[in-house]
C-alpha cells in the first residue's frame, strides 16, 4: 500500500471491477475490493448527467430500490431508467464512495445522446419500413429469394450464458450462482474474482467481436476518454465499476482520437434526470424489464442474510404461508432445509441455490401443489418492495404537488396492489377520489375503479391501486399542462373537449369533469357538448352519449356540483331520440338490428335515471319512452330482435299485461312468420335475464315450447344459433328449472298450480299470508321504521305482484 492508500490490484493501470449488474455476489465483492484498494476516485458506469444527484444517495429518506430517469425536456414521454437495488454493485459502489469521502463519477455515454440517438433509430426504422412498403408488391409479403429475405441480424451474444455452456451448465443463472453468487465472503484476495472475470471476458471479446452489441463501441470510447481524465487528476489509484463485457475494451489501449473520432455528431437532445422509486418487479424480466435478473427478492434476501441464507429463506417462506392459513411448522422448515441440502449435494453445488429451495418448499411445504408455490414466487422471489426518494430529489413542480396531496390525503403509493373503499360522504375519501380521477384524465393510471362491495350507489367508490415505475414519467409527460394536479386535470380536460372527434367521447369526459370535480373545465366541456349534440343526427351516436350524460347527473348530488345544464342537454338529447328511433329501427341486418337492441336497452335505463335524477321531464320523458317503445313493439318492419326487446321492457315496466303479452307472442309465433324473424322476436323477449320470464308463467314457457317443437326440420338449424346464443346466457339454475319444466310438460307442477284454477305457480290474487312472512325482514333490510304505517305501505307496495 503506498501513502495516499492505494493498494494496486494485480497489473498496471486502474482497479476494473467487471460486474453484473444487480448481482448480489458481485455486489459484496466490490465492497471487498474498494474496502481493500481505498482508491482516490471511483467510476461507475451510468449516465454522467447524473453526477449531481450522488450525494442525494447518502440521504436518510433514500431508499433501493430506486432509478436515475433521464427523460428529454421538450418531450417528457421520452425517457431512460438505470435501476438500482441495494444489491446492485453501482450502488455499493457509489454508498462506498459517500462514506469514505471519495469522489464518484458516472462515465457511460451521456443520456443527452442515448435519448436523442434512440429517437433518430425509431425514425430511420419508420422510413425504413415504409420504404420496404413501397417496394413489397401486393401478396410478396412471404416471398422468400430477396436480399432482404436471406440477411440475418446481427447475434447478441450472452457473455454468462456462454461461460456457463462452456462450464458445463445449461442454466446461466445456476452457473453464476455456483461461481459467484455461493463463494460468500472468505476470499482471501478480494482481487481475484474480478481478474478471473476480466480473463474470460476478454477471451469472449477476441472470439465474438463486440457480440452484437454495435452500440457498445461508442459507449466503451466515451468511457475510455473519461477514464483518461480521471487518471490524469488522481493518478492510477482509481477504480472503476462497470459490466464485465466492457472491461477489456477499457483495458486495451485505443488512441484518443480514435474514440473522440466515434463521439463525434451524436445528436443531443436536452434533458432532466432525477431519482425516482423502483420496484423490485421492474427489476426482473418476469415483469417485461430487461434489467437482468428473474428473482430480485431472492437476490436481495442473498445480499442481506448475515449467515446461513437458506434457514433464514425457508422461514421466511414458512410465514407467508401462515399468514395465508396454511398449516406449517417448524418441523416443516426443518425438513425442507435438509432436502434442500441434500438436493444441493447430490447436484454437486456449493450451496442451495432458488431451485433446490423452491422443490423443498413446494414438496415439504406446499404438499405437491403449484398454487401456494406461485404465492411464493409472485411475494418473494420476485417481490413487492418498492424504493423511496427524498422530497429534496430534482422534481417537475407537477410531481411535488402530487406528493404533497398524497401526504395529505394519506395516500401513500404501495408496489403491492391494495382494495381503496371510498364513502364520498367523508371529506378525506372525497378528496382522494378527486385525486385518483383527476390523474385518470391526465393519463396517470394510479388507479382502477371496480365495483363496490355490497353497494351501487353514488356515494361509495372502490379502487384498485398500484404504484408502478413507469408513472413517474407519465407525471413528468403530465406537467405541460400545468403545475398542479388540478390545473393540469383542467387543461388538459378543456383540450380533449374541444379535440375530441366523437359524441360519446365528449359525453365521457363531461362524466370524468364531474367525477373529478373541474368546475373550470366543466363549462368549455358543455358549450361542446351542446354543439356537438345539435350537429350531430345519428340515432346510434346519440343512444350512445345519452347514458354517460345521465349518469353525470347522479354525481351532483354527493359531490354537491350543479348539473342543471347537463340535465336540459341530456333532456333534449333523449327527445332527438324518441324522435329518430323508430325510423332508425326499419330494414336492418341481423347485426345492426343487434347494436340498436343495445341501443334501446341502455336508453331505457337511461331515461329511468333521468327521470330519478332530474325534475326536467321527470314523468313526461317516461311517457314519452313507452309510447316510443309502444310503436316498435307493433311495426312489421322493425327486426323481430327489436320488437321483442320492446314488448319484453313494457312488460317490465306494468305498460302491458302478462295476457297481452302472451297474446303478442302468440301472434309472432304463429305459422305463418318465418322461423328465423320468430326466433330473433323471442330472443329479444327473453334475453338479457328474461329466463325467470318463462320460470314463472308457463303460459310463455308453453308458447315457446310448441313454436319450437313445430318449427320445420329444414329451418331448424337456421334459428338454432340464435336460440342457443339466448338460452346459453341464463344461469345454471334457469337452465335446469327450465329443462324439468319442459320434461314434465304442461300442467304438471301439482303443488305449484294456483288455487284458483290460474296458470301454474300464480294465483288470481295477492297470497298476503306469505307476503307477511317476510314483511319484518324486508323492513330490516330497508332500514324503515317496523311500526310507521308509512314504511308498511312501502313495503307492501314493493311485494305487489309477487304472489307465492
Not at 297 to 313: I, K, M, N, S, T
Not at 433 to 458: N, V
Not at 639 to 645: N, Q, S
Not at 776 to 789: A, I, K, M, Q
Request: charged share 25%; with cysteine; proline share 7%.
Amino acid at each position: 500500500m503506498n501513502d495516499s492508500g492505494w493498494e494496486r490490484a494485480p497489473g498496471p493501470g486502474p482497479l476494473l471491477l467487471g460486474v453484473r449488474h444487480h448481482g448480489p455476489g458481485s455486489a459484496r465483492a466490490v465492497r471487498a475490493a474498494l474496502d481493500a484498494a481505498r482508491p482516490s476516485a471511483v467510476l461507475i458506469e451510468g449516465p454522467p448527467e447524473a453526477d449531481a444527484l450522488i450525494p442525494l444517495a447518502a440521504d436518510e429518506d433514500m431508499r433501493p430500490p430506486v432509478a436515475l430517469l433521464a427523460h428529454a425536456v421538450d418531450e417528457p414521454g421520452r425517457s431512460a431508467f438505470w435501476p438500482l437495488a441495494a444489491f446492485s454493485p453501482e450502488w455499493v459502489a457509489i454508498r462506498w464512495a459517500l462514506e469514505h469521502g471519495v469522489p464518484a463519477r458516472f462515465i457511460d455515454l451521456p443520456a443527452t445522446h442515448t435519448l436523442a440517438r434512440g429517437k433518430e433509430e425509431e425514425e430511420e426504422k419508420e422510413k425504413d419500413e415504409e420504404k420496404e412498403g413501397e417496394k413489397t408488391p401486393p401478396g410478396a409479403e412471404g416471398a422468400e429469394g430477396t436480399e432482404e429475405s436471406v440477411q440475418e441480424p446481427d447475434v447478441r451474444v450472452d457473455p454468462i450464458a456462454v461461460l456457463a455452456e462452456a462450464g458445463g451448465y445449461d442454466d446461466p443463472e445456476r452457473w453464476w450462482e455456483d461461481v459467484v453468487e455461493h463463494r460468500g465472503t472468505r476470499e482471501r484476495d478480494a482481487f481475484a474474482p474480478f481478474a478471473a472475470l476480466e480473463e474470460a471476458m476478454g477471451a469472449l471479446r477476441e472470439t465474438y467481436g463486440v457480440g452484437g452489441h454495435t452500440r457498445d463501441l461508442v459507449r466503451e470510447a466515451h468511457m475510455r476518454l473519461q477514464l483518461r481524465a480521471a487518471q490524469r487528476e488522481f493518478g492510477d489509484a482509481v477504480a472503476v465499476v462497470c459490466g464485465a463485457w466492457h472491461v477489456p475494451a477499457l483495458r486495451q489501449k485505443a488512441a484518443v482520437a480514435t474514440d473522440r473520432a466515434l463521439l463525434k455528431g451524436l445528436p443531443k437532445a436536452k434533458v432532466d434526470m432525477t431519482w425516482v422509486p423502483w420496484t423490485y418487479r421492474r427489476l426482473s424480466r418476469f415483469s417485461g424489464y430487461g434489467a437482468g435478473i428473474d428473482s430480485p427478492g431472492w437476490y436481495g434476501h442473498l445480499f442481506g442474510a448475515p449467515d446461513r441464507p437458506v434457514e433464514r429463506w425457508l422461514t421466511k417462506v414458512a410465514g407467508l404461508l401462515r399468514e395465508e392459513d396454511r398449516i406449517v411448522s417448524s418441523a416443516h422448515v426443518i425438513e425442507a432445509v435438509r432436502l434442500a441440502e441434500t438436493l444441493a449435494a447430490m447436484r454437486g453445488r456449493p450451496l442451495a441455490g432458488l431451485s433446490e429451495t423452491t422443490e423443498a418448499v413446494r414438496a415439504v411445504m406446499c404438499d405437491g401443489s403449484d398454487v401456494p408455490l406461485a404465492l411464493v414466487h409472485d411475494r418473494l422471489v420476485v417481490g413487492d418492495v418498492l424504493g423511496e426518494v427524498p422530497e429534496t430529489a430534482p422534481a417537475v413542480p407537477l410531481q411535488r404537488d402530487l406528493a404533497r396531496l398524497q401526504r395529505t390525503l394519506r395516500l401513500k403509493p404501495e408496489a403491492l396492489e391494495r382494495q381503496l373503499e371510498l364513502d364520498l360522504r367523508k371529506e378525506t375519501d372525497a378528496g382522494r377520489s378527486r385525486l385518483l380521477h383527476r390523474l385518470r384524465l391526465l393519463g396517470i393510471e394510479w388507479g382502477a375503479q371496480s365495483e363496490s362491495r355490497g353497494s351501487t350507489g353514488t356515494f361509495r367508490e372502490t379502487w384498485r391501486l398500484r404504484w408502478e415505475p413507469e408513472l413517474s414519467v407519465r407525471v413528468a409527460e403530465a406537467g405541460v399542462w400545468g403545475t398542479t394536479v388540478l390545473g393540469a386535470a383542467t387543461a388538459r380536460a378543456e383540450a380533449d373537449a374541444v379535440a375530441a372527434q366523437s359524441l360519446a367521447e365528449v359525453t365521457e369526459l363531461a362524466e370524468h369533469c364531474l367525477l373529478a370535480e373541474l368546475p373550470d373545465a366543466l363549462p368549455v366541456v358543455m358549450r361542446v357538448l351542446a354543439d356537438r349534440a345539435a350537429l350531430d343526427a345519428d340515432v346510434g351516436h346519440l343512444a350512445k352519449a345519452l347514458p354517460a350524460l345521465v349518469r353525470s347527473l347522479r354525481y351532483g348530488d354527493v359531490r354537491g356540483t350543479d348539473t342543471r345544464a347537463l340535465a336540459e342537454v341530456a333532456a333534449g338529447l333523449a327527445e332527438r331520440i324518441f324522435v329518430g328511433l323508430p325510423p332508425a329501427c326499419a330494414a336492418l341486418d341481423p347485426d345492426a338490428a343487434e347494436e340498436m337492441r343495445r341501443h334501446v336497452d341502455e336508453v331505457h335505463g337511461a331515461v329511468g335515471l333521468l327521470g330519478e335524477a332530474s325534475a326536467v321531464g321527470h314523468g313526461h320523458l317516461r311517457t314519452r319512452w313507452r309510447s316510443v317503445l309502444g310503436v316498435l313493439s307493433g311495426r312489421d318492419t322493425v327486426p323481430g330482435v327489436i320488437r321483442g326487446r320492446a314488448v319484453r321492457l313494457l312488460l317490465d315496466e306494468g305498460e302491458l299485461g302478462p295476457d297481452e303479452a302472451a297474446r303478442l307472442m302468440g301472434l309472432v309465433l304463429s305459422p305463418g312468420t318465418p322461423p328465423p324473424d320468430a326466433a330473433a322476436w323471442i330472443e329479444g323477449f327473453v334475453g338479457g335475464g328474461g329466463g325467470m320470464l318463462l320460470v314463472h308463467d308457463e303460459r310463455l314457457l308453453g308458447l315457446v315450447d310448441a313454436w319450437l317443437t313445430g318449427v320445420p326440420a329444414e329451418a331448424f338449424t337456421d334459428v338454432l344459433p340464435l336460440l342457443r346464443r339466448t338460452f346459453s346466457a341464463y344461469e345454471p339454475g334457469v337452465r335446469r328449472t327450465l329443462g324439468e319444466l319442459v320434461r314434465r310438460g304442461p300442467g304438471e307442477r301439482g303443488s305449484t298450480l294456483g288455487r284458483a284454477g290460474g296458470p301454474p305457480g300464480f294465483d288470481a290474487e295477492l297470497d298476503t299470508v306469505r307476503a307477511d312472512a317476510v314483511l319484518p325482514l324486508v323492513r330490516l333490510l330497508l332500514g324503515l321504521d317496523d311500526d310507521g304505517e308509512q314504511a308498511g305501505d312501502v313495503v307492501d307496495n314493493h311485494l305487489v305482484g309477487v304472489g307465492t
